[in-house]
């Protein structure tokens, strides 16, 4: 199956300053990302759709000027924290979606980011 | 979107088969239902999916009811490495529709040695 990485794994920050995850597609092209937060014991919650080349589409409730999404290309995207707080603290997930597949919608997910805010 | 209805915990003994259902009473025609796994600390894996019929592959068997109102996930033979998070989502076929994936709480499978 297609392969998704983020970077970093994890990444320990304090409060105030911003923090960069990148999500790639390693072996196709990614015409849309998922950009997913997930507290402890909690479900996936979509924070918001890119799609390369065009500005991010984002849930309710998310701050865009907060978390900042550039899917400059077909295989990279960037999720941008910036002004962490602790309450930003979270396990961030991306997935990514191969738009040469029969099946359009089929997506492949990354390992996750813990983002922990000091 | 349709919302589905899934146990939040279910214990299936090593070496048994684990069967864990999913109600979707809402689904529409166009709905497609899938099943995603996330393990401890990892992004959630693709399991399997399908519209109508009833689904095999290496990983599980989808059974789908006639009316398309419930489905199960079958995991034949459950190993200690399947102990996960399973989800079970609804979504439309069409690419234009977006293409989220929308989460439920989904259903806390622990295997027992």
């Known amino acids: 199956g297609a392969v998704v990485s983020q970077h970093p794994s994890w990444v320990i920050c304090k409060s105030g300053t911003s923090v960069k995850i990148e999500c790639r597609s390693l072996?196709?092209?990614?015409?849309?990302m998922f950009w997913y937060r997930q507290f402890p014991k909690q479900s996936l919650m979509l924070m918001a759709t890119?799609?390369?080349?065009?500005?991010?589409?984002?849930e309710q409730g998310v701050e865009k000027d907060k978390f900042l999404i550039n899917h400059a290309s077909l295989t990279l995207s960037t999720l941008t924290v910036t002004s962490a707080h602790p309450e930003d603290s979270s396990f961030y997930i991306c997935?990514?979606?191969?738009?040469?597949?029969?099946?359009?919608?089929?997506?492949?997910f990354g390992p996750g980011t813990r983002l922990t805010v000091l | 979107d349709a919302k589905t209805t899934q146990p939040t915990s279910m214990d299936c003994a090593e070496g048994r088969a684990a069967n864990l259902p999913c109600n979707h009473s809402?689904?529409?025609?166009?709905?497609?239902v899938y099943w995603y796994r996330q393990i401890h600390s990892q992004g959630p894996q693709y399991i399997i999916h399908?519209?109508?019929n009833n689904e095999t592959n290496e990983m599980a068997s989808l059974i789908i009811t006639e009316d398309r109102k419930s489905s199960t996930l079958i995991l034949p033979h459950a190993t200690l490495r399947d102990t996960a998070v399973y989800y079970c989502?609804?979504?439309?076929?069409?690419?234009?529709?977006?293409?989220?994936?929308?989460f439920g709480q989904g259903t806390e499978l622990s295997v027992k040695p």
């Open positions: 997935s990514a979606r191969d738009g040469s597949l029969a099946d359009y919608n089929e997506q492949f």
């Open positions: 072996d196709f092209q990614a015409t849309t």
């Open positions: 890119s799609n390369e080349g065009s500005k991010a589409t984002y």
């Open positions: 809402t689904i529409s025609g166009n709905e497609y």
């Open positions: 399908g519209l109508k």
């Open positions: 989502i609804v979504r439309p076929s069409s690419y234009n529709q977006g293409g989220k994936l929308i």
